[in-house]
């Protein structure tokens, strides 16, 4: 099982980004997806999820800028970041869950520059 993210980098406030988490080796139309994020010590913290029927939920900070959304035949896992903030900078992980199962992807950086 494989879990690849992609898209961070450094962007200045009011910025966006795309990332990106190609699935492999799971049947991943059936799996509950989501990103976290862990900033310089803090826990690692929910942004969204998108469950297997598509249904997505935000964390508050994410409402009305980000959104999460899953293309089952590419396998893969999207998140359209908008308006960013610098309290938004973090590394940010992918993960699928299913049936106990929950893999992690390795994290993509994303800076927010004041």
């Known amino acids: 099982v494989q879990l690849q993210a992609c898209g961070g980098g450094l962007v200045q406030t009011g910025g966006s980004l795309r990332l990106s988490c190609a699935a492999s080796?799971?049947?991943?139309?059936?799996?509950?997806t989501g990103w976290y994020r862990q900033a310089p010590g803090k826990q690692r913290e929910l942004v969204a999820t998108?469950?297997?029927?598509?249904?997505?939920n935000y964390a508050d900070s994410a409402k009305g800028r980000f959104t999460i959304s899953r293309d089952n035949a590419k396998k893969t896992l999207y998140l359209q970041m908008s308006s960013l903030k610098p309290e938004d900078t973090a590394i940010y992980y992918c993960s699928a869950n299913r049936f106990g199962a929950n893999y992690w992807g390795q994290g993509t950086q994303v800076t927010v520059s004041s």
């Open positions: 998108i469950n297997a029927g598509g249904v997505a």
């Open positions: 080796g799971i049947v991943f139309d059936i799996m509950n």
